[in-house]
C-alpha cells in the first residue's frame, strides 16, 4: 500500500526527539534546572540547618528564585527580540545607576560589594550587566555588519561596555567584569573585525589582565597555585585541593544524593560556584559527562539558532547569548577541575544565585524567541 503524505510527516516526526531548536534549548534548560535543584538542596541543608536552623533555608530561595526565573524567560519570549533594541539606552542607565549605588550603599561581605539590597531580598547589578553588554555590542555590530562597514574598537557603544566593566571590577568582581568586556570582544570577532584590530585587541586584553591581577595581589596568588595548588594546600589552594577531592572521591557512580561530604564544612562555596564539586562526588563521572553532555548540546541548538536567525541583529544575539551561557559554565568547570583559578564565575543552571538565574533565564527566553522569528514558514 503506497505510503501518504501524513504517513511520512509522522515517520519524520518519530524520527526526531525534539520538533525544533527552540523545544530542544527549552527541555536542556528544564533539566538543568532540575538537576540544579536536587544539587543545591543536597550541597546546602548542612550549612542551612547550622546557619539558620532549617535545611530547607536555600531551597525554599532557589525556588523562588527559579519561578521569578520562569516570569522572566516567558515575558523575553513573548516579546520579539528586536522590541529590547529600542530599550537598550533605558536599560543601560538603569544598569551602570545600579552598579554605582553598589559601591556606595551596598553591603561588603568577605572584602566585597556585589549587593544592592531590596528589602527582602538582594540584586547584583553586575549580573544584568552581563546580558546588557550582549545587547549593546549586538546593536552597534549588527548596523555595521549589514552597512558593510569596518568594525571599530574605539566606540561610544564599547565606551559605555568599559564603564560597566570598570564598575564592576572596582567592586571587586574580576570574573564578572572579564565577562562584561570579554564577551562583547568575541562578539566583534565574529562580525568580522580585521585580523591587525584582534592583535591590538588581544595586545590591550593582555595588559588589562596584567593590571587586573597586580590591582589584587590575592588574584597573582591565586594564579600561582592553579599548577600545584597542594603547595598552599591550606591557604590560596584549599578551594582547589578540596574541589578536586571531592570531585575524585565519587568515583563512576558517585557517593549517592546527599552523602556527600564536602558539604560538611570541608569546600567552601558547596552550593553557589563549586555546586559542580558536590554533583561530581554525589553522582560520579557518569553524572559528570551527563552535565557536559547537556551543555554541548545547548551549545548545538543555540549556535543553530544564531546561524538561522533573520537579521545580523538576531545572529549576533544569539551567538552573544550562547557565549554567556556555554562560556560561563566552561570557566566554572575549568575552574572546580582546577584547570583555570578560582574567580567566582557560576555554573549556569546548577549554581544558587538568584540574580544569575533570573538573568540567563531571561537570555534563554531572548534566544528562544530568536528562535521562533527565525523559523522559515
Known sequence: MPNTGSEKNFDNTEKRFWNNDMEALIGIMVVLLILGTINVFSSSFIIAEAEFDTPYFFLKRHIINIIVGFICFIICFRFDYHVWRKYIPFILIATVISLVLVLLIGPSVNGSKR????????????????????????????????????????????????????????????????????????????????????????????????????????????????????????????????????????ELTGMGLGVGVSKYDYLPEAHTDFAFAIFCQENGFLGAIFVFLLFAALAVYAARVASRAKDEYGQLLAAGIMILVVGQAAANLLMVGGILPVVGVPLPFISYGGTSLMVTMSAMGILVNIGKNGEKD
Do not use: H
Open 115 to 250: 549587593w544592592l539590597p531590596l528589602g527582602v531580598t538582594q540584586f547584583q547589578p553586575a549580573e544584568a550587566a552581563k546580558l546588557v553588554s550582549i545587547m549593546m555590542a549586538a546593536a552597534y555590530l549588527s548596523v555595521q555588519v549589514k552597512m558593510q562597514r569596518p568594525i571599530k574598537i574605539l566606540t561610544v557603544q564599547f565606551g559605555l561596555i568599559f564603564i560597566m566593566f570598570f564598575l564592576t571590577e572596582q567592586e571587586p568582581d574580576m570574573g564578572t567584569a572579564a565577562i562584561i568586556l570579554t564577551i562583547p570582544m568575541i562578539m566583534m570577532v565574529l562580525a568580522g573585525l580585521s585580523w591587525e584590530k584582534i592583535k591590538m585587541m588581544l595586545l590591550f586584553a593582555l595588559c588589562g589582565a596584567v593590571l587586573m591581577i597586580l590591582r589584587q595581589p590575592y588574584r597573582l596568588e591565586r594564579l600561582k597555585v592553579v599548577y600545584d595548588p597542594w603547595s598552599d594546600a591550606q591557604n590560596m589552594g584549599y578551594q582547589t585541593v578540596q574541589s578536586l577531592s571531592a570531585i575524585g572521591s565519587g
